[in-house]
């Protein structure tokens, strides 16, 4: 080994220098574990507990959903509205339009200001009662989803004068 320079390094040593730290030696002459069954699978795949799906959910079973969901109500009321529709919806079409005509009255008797901030979910919810009366309750009941689509239609001035739309 020759060297020309005081601190230059031949190509020979360049080439016999390890890319990366030698394993400690309790690590060393340890062989490579094989992957186990029991072990997390690797960051390219996605285990079906963390996938959100009506599959895994259905896992959780009926009790734990229920939970879940009445945990949520008590925190967003526009939740445990619809649920209470939903509901209404199993037993029969006249308790299902009791519940919408109930609700459709209650924001028609509002005179409040409708803030920017409200109006979005506000718009989602009249959307989601269209939905329901002229889904579920107008199989069930023909006539009672006339009627509540003629009181959703008769809140559109109420709504309009109260927000900034």
Same mark, same amino acid.
Request: charged share 25%.
């Given at each position: 080994?020759?060297?020309?320079?005081?601190?230059?390094?031949?190509?020979?040593?360049?080439?016999?220098?390890?890319?990366?730290?030698?394993?400690?030696?309790?690590?060393?002459?340890?062989?490579?574990?094989?992957?186990?069954?029991?072990?997390?699978?690797?960051?390219?795949?996605?285990?079906?507990?963390?996938?959100?799906?009506?599959?895994?959910?259905?896992?959780?079973?009926?009790? %734990?959903?229920?939970?879940?969901?009445?945990?949520?109500?008590?925190? &967003?009321?526009?939740?445990? %509205?619809?649920?209470?529709?939903?509901?209404?919806?199993? &037993?029969?079409?006249? %308790?299902?339009?009791?519940?919408?005509?109930?609700?459709?009255?209650?924001?028609?008797?509002?005179?409040?200001?409708? &803030?920017?901030?409200?109006?979005?979910?506000?718009?989602? &919810?009249?959307?989601?009662? %269209?939905?329901?009366?002229?889904?579920?309750?107008?199989?069930?009941?023909?006539?009672?989803?006339?009627?509540?689509?003629?009181?959703?239609?008769?809140?559109?001035?109420?709504?309009?004068?109260?927000?900034?739309?």
């Amino acid at each position: 080994m020759k060297r020309t320079k005081p601190g230059a390094v031949s190509e020979e040593e360049v080439t016999s220098v390890p890319l990366s730290r030698p394993a400690p030696a309790s690590m060393a002459d340890e062989p490579l574990a094989a992957p186990s069954p029991t072990r997390p699978k690797s960051k390219g795949t996605t285990s079906r507990s963390r996938t959100l799906s009506a599959e895994a959910l259905e896992g959780l079973g009926a009790r %734990r959903l229920a939970e879940l969901l009445m945990a949520q109500a008590g925190q &967003e009321p526009a939740l445990a %509205r619809r649920l209470r529709l939903a509901l209404a919806g199993t &037993e029969g079409g006249g %308790r299902l339009a009791a519940e919408v005509e109930k609700r459709l009255r209650t924001i028609g008797r509002s005179r409040g200001f409708i &803030e920017w901030d409200k109006l979005r979910p506000l718009a989602r &919810e009249l959307n989601s009662l %269209r939905q329901t009366i002229a889904g579920s309750l107008a199989t069930t009941d023909p006539r009672a989803a006339v009627a509540q689509i003629g009181l959703l239609l008769g809140l559109a001035e109420n709504v309009f004068a109260r927000s900034d739309v």
